[in-house]
C-alpha cells in the first residue's frame, strides 16, 4: 500500500456519492406549491440513498432536491 499523498499527481481528497444504478421514476412526482414536476428516475447511490432527476426548466435531465420539494408524491396519491 501507498499514502495517496506520495502520488505526483495527487490534488485533494473529495466526499462524494457514487452512482451504482439508475431506475425508472415509477410515476413519482415532486411537488412544489401548485405545480408538480414527474421523476424521470432514481439515482442510487452506493451508501443507498435514492436521488430523484428530474428535467429543468433547460430542459435538461438534472438532480433535483426534493428538500425544496414541498412534498415527493408517489404515483398512486392526486
Not at 45 to 52: E, L
Request: aromatic fraction near 6%; charged fraction near 20%.
Amino acid at each position: 500500500m501507498r499514502a495517496v499523498t506520495e502520488w505526483p499527481d495527487f490534488s485533494h481528497l473529495e466526499q462524494t456519492r457514487r452512482a451504482i444504478a439508475a431506475i425508472p421514476g415509477g410515476g413519482w412526482r415532486l411537488r412544489h406549491g401548485d405545480s408538480t414536476e414527474p421523476v424521470l428516475a432514481w439515482l442510487i447511490s452506493a451508501n443507498g440513498q435514492a436521488a430523484p432527476i428530474v428535467i429543468d426548466a433547460s430542459h435538461v435531465a438534472a438532480p433535483a432536491d426534493p428538500t425544496h420539494a414541498d412534498r415527493v408524491v408517489p404515483p398512486e396519491a392526486d
